[in-house]
């Protein structure tokens, strides 16, 4: 894994996953506008909210098989039957928690006449849930092939954009709105098809196996969803304790340090399955990839949060306007959290997950999101958006203290000291 051409790969890898995460950002700002227009605002509304609804029913189907999985994969390339093995026992898990995200939906859809009358728009946005299911990306970043589902991914996104300014010409056409934005990965998905064929054998698991895969998978479960609500109560807990006005300056300055934050992405997209494939051969083989990915990360986490603190202002009166003023303060104060995410990433999934560690690294979140409420609580209600800000910082501080305590007590030595490596093993 330390040769020439593993590292072409990788750096290949890297630069398929920066173009695909720039058309990402680049294909809602040629198809939201029609959107808009063509649906009003009232429409459009309830769309982004069928959404957002349905958005967690992805994350519940995703599950955690996009490290447990890729990881498995990674080991497993080289083994047919293994391969297969994992591949069929991943999708069945997958099938069957869709399968009982479709029944929770059907039962509050008829349970609720409000979710009733929108019922054929929730059964279009489903769509993305199936794709979560059936897309395979895990397979693909396990063997390191990064073009092959990008590729696929992309153009099925690129062929949203014809498809919405030609099918989308009125409120009439929301539903067929949300069944064209959710197809993306039901078109990519199809467009694979033959590929996996070719590469994973047939195999048949057994309910053991798929019971086994979901137990696999869910100390990684609990971890995102103990980050998910972390983030996601700093908005509600503002909301009860400060003005509307508070709120969205924080909403705004967030959604900028999370796009900072995210040109980081297909560094550690590509570096995870590299450092697991280089586990399967030995573990001083992930340890060296890891030290050089902690180098990297720390260098560049650390420019892109200075940079944030020093052009805070500028950017957000250019990004945001002059409205939106006080959210330059408050990117100020969240500015380190791109280095401390980057970070955790580095010794969260491309440590503890590559060495199979999930549950401690689930349990340093978890601690640390919970404990991080009642902070965030306190600080929110007396400091108003500063305070949330800091509670984040602080959480997100707590989160990297636990790795780095968890990493020293099995001796890892990613931290360029000595100690034998197998305590991990």
Not at 39 to 52: I, R, S
Not at 367 to 372: E, K, V
């Amino acid at each position: 894994m330390t040769g020439i051409p593993s590292k072409f790969r990788l750096s290949g890898n890297i630069a398929v996953l920066t173009l695909l995460q720039m058309l990402m950002y680049a294909t809602p700002l040629i198809t939201v506008p029609h959107l808009v227009r063509a649906l009003g605002a009232g429409p459009y509304g309830v769309l982004t909210f069928t959404q957002a609804v349905v958005l967690h029913l992805d994350f519940l189907t995703d599950y955690g098989f996009n490290l447990s999985s890729t990881r498995a994969v990674a080991i497993a390339k080289s083994n047919n039957i293994e391969l297969g093995r994992v591949f069929w026992t991943t999708i069945a898990a997958k099938l069957c928690i869709m399968a009982a995200c479709a029944i929770a939906l059907a039962v509050a859809i008829f349970c609720s006449p409000k979710l009733f009358e929108a019922r054929w728009l929730y059964a279009g946005c489903f769509i993305s849930v199936i794709g979560t299911a059936v897309f395979p990306v895990w397979l693909f970043r396990g063997l390191e092939q990064f073009a092959i589902f990008a590729g696929a991914f992309g153009s099925a996104r690129l062929l949203t954009i014809p498809l919405i300014y030609t099918l989308v010409k009125g409120p009439r056409d929301l539903v067929t709105a949300a069944m064209i934005q959710a197809s993306v990965e039901v078109v990519a998905a199809a467009l694979v098809i033959p590929l996996v064929k070719r590469v994973v054998p047939w195999y048949r698991p057994s309910i053991c196996e798929v019971s086994s895969r979901l137990r696999e998978g869910w100390p990684l479960f609990i971890a995102g969803v103990a980050l998910f609500l972390s983030t996601s109560s700093t908005t509600l807990l503002l909301g009860l304790t400060t003005s509307t006005a508070v709120v969205a300056y924080y909403a705004a300055a967030d959604k900028l340090i999370r796009a900072c934050s995210a040109m980081l992405t297909p560094l550690s997209g590509a570096l995870f399955p590299f450092i697991a494939a280089a586990r399967g051969e030995s573990s001083e083989s992930a340890v060296q990839v890891i030290r050089g990915s902690l180098a990297l990360t720390t260098s560049l986490g650390l420019m892109s949060s200075i940079a944030t603190f020093v052009l805070a202002r500028p950017v957000a009166n250019l990004v945001l306007g002059p409205a939106f003023a006080p959210s330059g303060e408050l990117l100020r104060w969240l500015s380190p959290l791109p280095a401390l995410w980057a970070l955790a990433d580095v010794l969260g999934t491309q440590t503890l997950v590559v060495f199979q560690m999930d549950s401690v690294m689930s349990r340093s979140i978890m601690i640390s999101a919970f404990c991080g409420l009642p902070l965030m609580l306190v600080l929110s209600k007396y400091l108003g958006a500063p305070g949330a800000a800091i509670a984040n910082t602080v959480v997100a501080g707590m989160m990297l203290t636990g790795m780095t305590a968890a990493i020293q007590s099995r001796g890892l030595p990613i931290f360029f000291w000595k100690p034998s490596v197998a305590n991990a093993e």
